[in-house]
């Protein structure tokens, strides 16, 4: 039994992932007609997106918690908003990045959201989500240079890769800030997503900084540089 919450867990990185496969490529095979490939990858989604919800208020982490209100708020919005535009309720643009931060937040052991590690997986999604929906969808996608809806579903899939490269962006500085890496902080501020991917892949820890002071404080008493 102690192993089932594991279990769990592994069942939303998986739903999550897949999800967000799911309907990506269903609506890249429907050229913007949602089918059923598109409704599987959305249930998968939305459980992903529950069972996130559903650690991070087991291990009471509320920046997750606020992390995956704001993205899925922010998904809902830019699907309403589609209503006006296109006339129809825009599914990618909801259930998209739900399932991306469900994958996300059930991948982590971590309850500060700001750690590195959540950064660096952000940062990734976003990255590999620009160069796939790029490569398949990019142009009117591959084979075809003309389809209006596929090439709008590329456009659509790299504004969601903007919205997990921002809140990356904004979990970086919060990180850097905090532990005082100020060369790393001016890097996130001024290098928009690349900048907080370096960081989750590369940075330093806050012991890695408190140790680095240490070692230039018995330098500077040794009177060395």
């Known amino acids: 039994m ?3 919450p594991t279990l769990i867990r592994r ?3 998986y739903a999550g992932l897949l999800g967000a496969t799911l309907i990506f490529v269903g609506d890249l095979i429907g050229k913007g007609t949602v089918g059923l490939i598109s409704y599987i990858g959305i249930v998968l989604g939305v459980i992903s997106y529950l069972l996130g919800l559903y650690f991070s208020a087991r291990k009471r982490s509320f920046g997750w918690i606020a992390l995956m209100l704001a993205v899925g708020a922010i998904g809902v ?10 006339g129809e309720l825009d599914l990618v643009d909801i259930f998209v990045p739900i399932s991306f931060i469900g994958f996300a937040a059930c991948l982590s052991q ?6 590195r590690s959540v950064i660096a997986s952000l940062g990734v999604i976003a990255v590999l989500t620009v160069i796939i929906s790029g490569t398949f969808a990019g142009g009117g996608g591959i084979g075809s240079n003309t389809d209006p809806r596929v090439y709008a579903l590329n456009l659509h899939m790299y504004a969601i890769a903007g919205l997990l490269a921002f809140f990356a962006w904004i979990l970086a ?16 501020l001024l290098l928009f997503g690349v900048g907080a991917l370096m960081f ?5 820890t806050a012991e890695d900084v408190r140790q680095s002071r240490l ?7 040794a009177g060395m540089r």
């Open 173 to 188: 500085m919060i990180n850097t800030f905090r532990i005082g890496a100020r060369g790393w902080f001016a890097t996130s």
């Open 200 to 204: 989750g892949l590369f940075g330093p």
């Open 2 to 4: 102690n192993d089932l």
């Open 110 to 115: 971590q309850s500060d959201v700001t750690e």
């Open 215 to 221: 070692q230039r404080a018995a330098r500077r008493a």
């Open 77 to 86: 919005v830019a699907g309403l908003a589609a209503v006006g535009v296109a």
């Open 11 to 13: 069942l939303g990185t």
